[in-house]
C-alpha cells in the first residue's frame, strides 16, 4: 500500500488518455533492480520450454573468473530475457495511462518487493528531481492481469500527490486540539484516499466491481462511531469525484464532516 503521510514520500489513475494515444514512455525512465529481474525470470521460466535454453546460456557465466565481469554478464543475459519475454510491458503500459507521471518525473525504479506488504509505489522528491519507486515481489510480473490492476491503483496515488488540484502534504497540517494518534490519524486517511481512487477505477471500469465491498469492509472498521451512517459516508468518496488531500485529512480528523458537503462530491 502507498505511504499516506510519509515524510519521504510525495504518492495516486485516473487513466487520462485514451489507449490509442498511450504517452510513450522514454528510454532509460525505467530501471529495474538486478535481484527482480532475475527472480522474476526464474518464476516466468519455471516448467517452460525456454527454461533449457536460459540455462544453456546462464550456466557457462558462472565460470567467469573476474567478479565484476560475471556480475555484469549475468545482468546482461538477465536483462535481455526480461526483454524477450516481455515481462516489463504491463509496468510500461501502466505508467503510459498517465501522461503526468511519466512528463513530470525523471525515472521509475522497480525494487524487488520481500512481502506483500512491502509492495507499493512511491514518490520521491530531492531537490528539483522526482522519481517513482515500485516495489514488486517476482511474483507479480507473471500474473499480468492482477498486476495491471494493482499498478493502476498505486499509481493514481502518484498522479493524485502530482496534481496541484489535489494539493498534497507529506504531513499532517498542525492542529490546536489534536486528541486522535497520530498512527490512527494515518490508517483514516489511507483508508480514505484508497475509497476514492477505487471508486475512481471502478466508475472507469478499471478495476473489479467487487472490490466496493472489500473497501466498505475496510471502511466500517476504521470508521466504526459512524455507525448507520457509514454508507453514506463511504459513498461520498467510493462514488464522488477526486478528492483533495485536505479533505481526506478533515476525514480522517473529524469522521462526523464526512456527513457534511466535501467539495467536488454530490
Not at 459512524?226 to 461520498?236: I, K, V
Request: proline share 9%.
Amino acid at each position: 500500500m502507498p505511504r499516506a503521510l510519509s515524510p519521504q514520500s510525495t504518492a495516486g489513475p485516473t487513466p487520462d488518455t485514451p489507449a490509442a494515444a498511450l504517452t510513450h514512455v522514454p528510454p532509460g525512465v525505467l530501471e529495474y533492480a538486478p535481484e527482480l529481474l532475475e527472480a522474476a525470470l526464474l518464476h516466468a521460466l519455471q516448467g517452460s520450454p525456454g527454461a533449457s535454453a536460459f540455462h544453456q546460456q546462464r550456466d557457462p557465466l558462472y565460470e567467469i573468473a573476474d567478479p565484476e565481469a560475471r556480475e555484469a554478464s549475468f545482468c546482461a543475459l538477465h536483462s535481455a530475457w526480461f526483454a524477450r519475454l516481455r515481462l516489463g510491458q504491463v509496468i510500461e503500459q501502466a505508467l503510459q495511462e498517465h501522461p503526468l507521471i511519466v512528463q513530470q518525473v525523471q525515472g521509475c525504479k522497480v525494487l524487488r518487493a520481500r512481502s506483500a506488504r512491502d509492495e507499493g509505489a512511491e514518490l520521491f522528491v530531492a531537490a528539483a528531481r522526482r522519481w517513482v519507486v515500485l516495489r514488486l515481489r517476482p511474483e507479480r510480473l507473471v500474473t499480468p492481469e492482477c498486476l495491471l490492476t494493482f499498478l493502476r491503483h498505486e499509481l493514481l496515488h502518484i498522479v493524485d500527490m502530482l496534481d496541484p488540484a489535489f494539493g498534497y502534504q507529506p504531513t499532517l497540517p498542525p492542529s490546536e486540539a489534536e486528541s486522535v494518534p497520530v498512527h490512527l490519524l494515518q490508517e483514516r486517511y489511507r483508508v480514505l484516499w484508497n475509497t476514492s481512487i477505487d471508486g475512481r477505477l471502478v466508475r472507469l471500469g478499471l478495476a473489479p466491481p467487487t472490490c466496493r465491498a472489500h473497501r466498505f469492509r475496510e471502511f466500517v472498521q476504521t470508521f466504526p462511531r459512524l455507525g448507520d451512517c457509514a454508507a453514506e459516508a463511504f459513498a461520498r468518496f467510493f462514488e464522488g469525484a477526486a478528492v483533495t488531500h485536505a479533505e481526506l485529512v478533515r476525514g480522517a480528523r473529524a469522521p462526523d464532516a464526512m456527513l457534511g458537503p466535501l467539495s467536488g462530491l454530490p
